[in-house]
């Protein structure tokens, strides 16, 4: 199965992706993820992309498509893929890679989105994803998986996360519409606890396979 994530910044498309790819046993391909890997290695890919990121910005599309169309090459079975498509250029670009089945388009206000970015901490070592309020790690600061040091991103400022929602809503909420007449959406309201916006993405993926 070839999943989108849709949905602003901090609507949890890292979580539920995350989420889902381990339920259905399929690779979660976050370009936000590839980026911070390329970064923190100091990569070509990942210089150029930090002058982007740290100000908000979309990462070229050129770079950006490139960098998708040689990963979903590798993943024959499927794929969770989150944080892309982000602008129509870019859909364009995967509608002529591959047919995708679902796009699951998690909603939050602004407001919400700046309250859960300004509490979300990272792991440094492996990635998880935690929050200071909504998903407390059991010591403060550590990683309950792997014990690595959590973090705040780099992104993660107020300044520099209402830059990203500009973004979005010029150039990636209107993806919302294009997938909706493709018949392929499924809206889930992300203003609701974790595991509540999980259950809402898995029984809307079970109703759509009858
Ligand atoms: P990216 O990493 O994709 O960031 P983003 O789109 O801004 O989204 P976030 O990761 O901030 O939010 P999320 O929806 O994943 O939320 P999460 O699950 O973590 O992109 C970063 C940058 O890379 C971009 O700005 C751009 O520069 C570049 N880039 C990436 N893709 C690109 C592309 N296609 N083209 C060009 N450039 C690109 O949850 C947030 C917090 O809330 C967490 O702390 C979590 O624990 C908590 N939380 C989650 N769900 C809930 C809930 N239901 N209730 C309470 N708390 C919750
Ligand atoms: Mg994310």
Sequence with gaps: MKIVMLGPQGSGKGTQAAKIAEKLNLPHISTGDIFRENIKNQTELGKLAQEYTNLGKLVPDEVTNKMIADRLSKEKKGFILDGYPRNSKQAKALEEMTHIDYVINIEISDNESVRRISGRRTCESCGEVFHTIFKKPKNEGVCDKCK??????????????????????EMTK???????????????????PIMKVFKDIVMNLEREKE
């Design 148 to 169: 690595g040091k959590l973090l705040q991103r780099d992104d993660d400022n107020e300044e520099v996360v209402r830059k990203r929602l500009e973004i979005y809503h």
């Design 174 to 192: 209107p993806l919302v519409d294009f997938y909706r007449n493709e018949d392929v959406l499924i809206e889930i309201n992300g203003e609701q």
